[in-house]
């Protein structure tokens, strides 16, 4: 059914252009998915292509891997530590709402090179959902969780190793799919202002010179580095959560008593 789904969008597209539908919306002036696949094969076999690619993907997993460790940090401190709270939350609660992209000129003004302002705006794109889901995540876990491995004779680290990070997991988890996808809209789109290199400078030049197919060819690189990057992050975590319940479709299944805790 998955297969049909996408064959039967490239069928539609492929009839739209080259009939050249043009009612409210115009596909006279679209490529063909043949033109597409074609300008893809070429591309496919050219240096610049695959060191485009490796650009992208070596921005994407710095930032990304930086907001990871630094988010699930930030996030449980300020959910376990009111001191935290009170210092952290607020200068965060200010920057979270500017979209990380709006940062450019702020990256530009910060870093010596295009390249690290370029990971510092995919860094912040991803931060703030991890931080997020971290902190609700440790904020909503049970009380009583903590209170058995207190009362057991361990200590602080103990309870955070036990219990409020396996227990914030999934929650983390949702975060990182979150930021994983954020990140590639963010690390595209400085390509597209500030990069020298990347998909997202490729894809932009190809629209400077009209070449469309060429523009197409990017947007589909980047949905795919897209969906292999957000699915590598789903069986991660579902490799991480193998002593979770697991419910008919594979989804963890909500913590019922007598049925096992997380």
Not at 116 to 122: D, M, P, R
Not at 245 to 259: D, F
Request: aromatic share 10%; proline share 6%.
């Amino acid at each position: 059914m998955r297969a049909a789904s996408l064959l039967a969008a490239l069928g539609l597209w492929q009839l739209l252009t080259t009939l050249k539908v043009t009612l409210w919306l115009r596909f006279a002036q679209f490529p063909t998915v043949t033109e597409v696949a074609h300008t893809f094969a070429g591309r496919l076999g050219t240096g610049a292509y695959w060191q485009d690619l490796t650009d992208s993907l070596t921005r994407i997993l710095t930032g990304f891997a930086l907001a990871a460790v630094l988010g699930v940090v930030v996030g449980t401190a300020i959910a376990r530590s009111p001191l935290a709270s009170d210092l952290l939350s607020p200068v965060l609660e200010v920057l979270r709402p500017i979209p990380a992209i709006a940062l450019v000129p702020v990256a530009i003004l910060l870093f010596p090179s295009n390249e690290q302002g370029i990971v510092f705006i995919t860094f912040t794109a991803a931060f703030f959902p991890v931080m997020v889901s971290t902190r609700h995540a440790v904020r909503a876990l049970t009380p009583v969780w903590e209170e058995a491995v207190l009362t057991m004779g361990g200590g602080r680290w103990r309870v955070l190793g036990s219990v409020v990070l396996p227990g914030a997991l999934p929650g983390i988890l949702g975060g990182l799919s979150v930021g994983i996808g954020v990140s590639w809209i963010c690390v595209i789109s400085a390509e597209m202002i500030s990069g020298a290199y990347g998909v997202g400078y490729r894809t932009w030049q190809d629209y400077t010179i009209v070449d469309y197919p060429g523009v197409f060819v990017g947007m589909t690189t980047i949905g795919l580095l897209g969906w292999l990057t957000s699915t590598a992050v789903e069986l991660a975590g579902r490799r991480l959560t193998r002593w979770l319940p697991r419910t008919e479709n594979t989804a963890p299944s909500a913590y019922l008593p007598g049925k096992g805790t997380p």
